[in-house]
């Protein structure tokens, strides 16, 4: 097992635990309607101290679970107290009032016993949950049945998606048929804005601060709203495939996530940046090819992302780290769901180290609870994985959130719950997520930091100015780095024979031309006719020596790279004695050099001509 990783995480052994069937919520009738929804809800009730009541009554206890019910006479659903476990009577009190099929329900976040509905027959009804509501009747007593408090009208057709803003008090956002988002304020009972689609809305969640929505659409566009200006800020293509798309917002992060299908029918993962959703963050995750809509769920306490599949029964969870979702683990059952919810996170067990809870429907005829347990052994509260949650105090009430007010409502530390203590309140730390104007304001990706310029190569003799630290790029090479490397990589063909006088060439190459002493005139000698180059080796020195200009090199080097002498200008080569040299001298040089470079020349014609050769043996053989 050497060599291999494994990526740190406290809920890589996370798992869920199946309830009991005397524990679940058995004799329920779910509605078989078509529409695309979750079809149950869960609400949580922070119960008020009373006198005589001990300290554990004083938890944010479970209270109530949603189901849409199949019922005749028009549309009705049911509100389950999540402490009556068991089998349900056969007559319960239903919350009745519209005149077609309910569609959707959703909890007021801030306001435990208010619920909102959505029906086929385009209306949206508040409700309350009565004082001490329960299924169970005395013998021979009817059940009362609930009617809605508020109604909102407005729309011309089905409403599918009822949703309350998680930071502003009694506004709420419903999705119709007639291809349009409405904005209602609860208390006054009116829709104040209006999103228009082009097409029939399939889901839509809101961000953290409340300020943004983002909606998915039967055309395939991902679509974020700045919700108070009434105009997408972005309108980008989502799933390409022609089933159902889900959505939902990260929690405090700028990012959303969405699951739906491709062209070939694979269930699909994306992940998204608000700011640049031209396209998902890493592509598209490819999860596997079973035909059920994947229904996302989003825990920010442990920024953890829950996928459950219609028509499957499994589960998976992922962990949201370093901008991309880690796969955990998987809760798989034989029973199949139609609908999954899951609890609010001040609701769990966290004696039991229980991270998140889930309702899921088993053969639409009962709920079962499945719990997502973190293995460990503990007798005190588990701080780092229960941080602080929103508790039941809004930012801002509904006027303000219309007026353009934002922020995140306060939170509620854990631990004085797991105490049986009052929930102590923590103010908001993290910043609200980016507010998307449109997409001309953007936010502009960062710009790439400097590349380190190249270090200097030793055979260079003069020194480069520095470059600016602003520069993306480093300066093209010079000359002579050119040269210098044409010059190594010629060396590497020379014949061994000759390898002395190749290091003599290199090392020529890489002298820096040193200034010529002066000399004193001396007296002539007996042989006078090789005085005068003498004095002209003396001179140059051993840079530009007629024993080094006669060495051979490779065919491959040119006659300059192999002579700096050549390339370069005569006060270079001699500075400061050009006063001392005769013209005499100047035309015995060129001369050498002229006989060097025509030496070179035929050397070079006679190879070309041998390789010519060669290449005519080889094919002739071939």
Request: glycine fraction near 6%.
């Amino acid at each position: 097992m050497s060599g291999r990783f494994v990526r740190s995480s406290k809920y890589r052994h996370v798992f869920g635990r199946p309830t009991r069937k005397e524990q679940c919520y058995d004799n329920i009738r779910i509605s078989k309607n078509a529409w695309d929804t979750n079809l149950v809800k869960v609400g949580l009730l922070q119960r008020q101290r009373r006198p005589g009541l001990s300290l554990t009554d004083l938890k944010a206890n479970p209270t109530y679970l949603s189901v849409n019910w199949e019922a005749s006479g028009g549309g009705a659903f049911a509100v389950i107290p999540l402490d009556e476990k068991g089998r349900l009577p056969e007559q319960l009190p239903l919350f009745r009032g519209h005149k077609a099929v309910v569609l959707d329900t959703d909890w007021n976040p801030f306001d435990d016993s208010l619920v909102a509905s959505g029906s086929d027959d385009g209306k949206a009804f508040i409700w309350r949950v009565p004082e001490g509501f329960t299924l169970r009747t005395d013998e021979g007593e009817e059940p009362k049945d609930v009617s809605p408090v508020k109604q909102l009208a407005g729309h011309s057709r089905k409403i599918g998606h009822v949703l309350f803003n998680p930071a502003a008090a009694n506004v709420l956002a419903t999705s119709s048929g007639d291809y349009t988002v409405k904005i209602w304020d609860v208390e006054a009972g009116t829709p104040r804005l209006t999103l228009k689609h082009t097409d029939i809305v399939q889901s839509l969640s809101w961000s953290a601060n409340g300020s943004l929505l983002v909606t998915t659409s039967r055309d395939k566009k991902l679509r974020i709203w700045d919700v108070r200006q009434e105009t997408p800020a972005h309108v980008a293509p989502g799933h390409a495939g022609a089933k159902n798309s889900r959505v939902t917002w990260l929690g405090e992060h700028d990012r959303i996530a969405t699951t739906g299908f491709s062209k070939m029918s694979d269930r699909q993962l994306g992940l998204w940046d608000i700011r640049d959703p031209k396209e998902p963050v890493g592509g598209f995750q490819m999860l596997d090819s079973i035909s059920g809509v994947c229904m996302p769920f989003w825990d920010d306490g442990t920024q953890c992302l829950y996928l459950a599949g219609k028509g499957d029964g499994n589960i998976r969870y992922y962990e949201y780290e370093h901008d991309k979702f880690e796969y955990l683990s998987e809760y798989k059952s034989g029973d199949p769901q139609r609908g999954v919810a899951f609890l609010p996170k001040r609701g769990v067990n966290m004696h039991e180290n229980e991270i998140m809870r889930a309702f899921k429907t088993v053969n639409d005829s009962y709920i079962e609870p499945i719990s997502f347990i973190v293995p460990r052994r503990a007798e005190v509260f588990q701080g780092d994985i229960y941080p602080p949650v929103v508790g039941t105090k809004p930012a801002m009430s509904a006027a303000e959130w219309f007026d353009g007010a934002e922020g995140l409502p306060p939170k509620i530390d854990l631990e004085s719950v797991y105490e049986g203590e009052e929930p102590t309140e923590i103010a908001p730390t993290s910043k609200p997520a980016s507010r998307v104007t449109s997409s001309s304001t953007m936010l502009s990706p960062a710009k790439k930091e400097p590349e380190s310029t190249p270090p200097k190569r030793e055979s260079e003799s003069v020194k480069e100015p520095p470059q600016p630290s602003s520069a993306l790029r480093s300066p093209p090479p010079s000359m002579k780095e050119q040269t210098s490397s044409i010059a190594a990589l010629a060396s590497k063909f020379d014949d061994k024979e000759d390898s002395s006088s190749g290091e003599d060439d290199s090392s020529s190459f890489e002298e820096i031309a040193k200034p010529v002493e002066r000399h004193q005139a001396r007296p002539p000698e007996k042989h006078t006719q090789n005085t005068e180059p003498e004095a002209i080796s003396r001179k140059l020195s051993s840079p530009i020596s007629p024993t080094k200009l006669a060495t051979p090199i490779s065919p491959s080097t040119p006659a300059s790279s192999a002579n700096p002498a050549l390339s370069q200008p005569l006060s270079a080569v001699l500075p400061g004695a050009s006063d001392q040299i005769t013209l005499q001298d100047i035309k015995t040089l060129l001369e050498t050099q002229s006989r060097t470079i025509s030496g070179q020349s035929e050397k070079i014609a006679l190879l070309t001509a041998e390789v010519d050769r060669l290449k005519n043996t080889i094919g002739e053989r071939m």
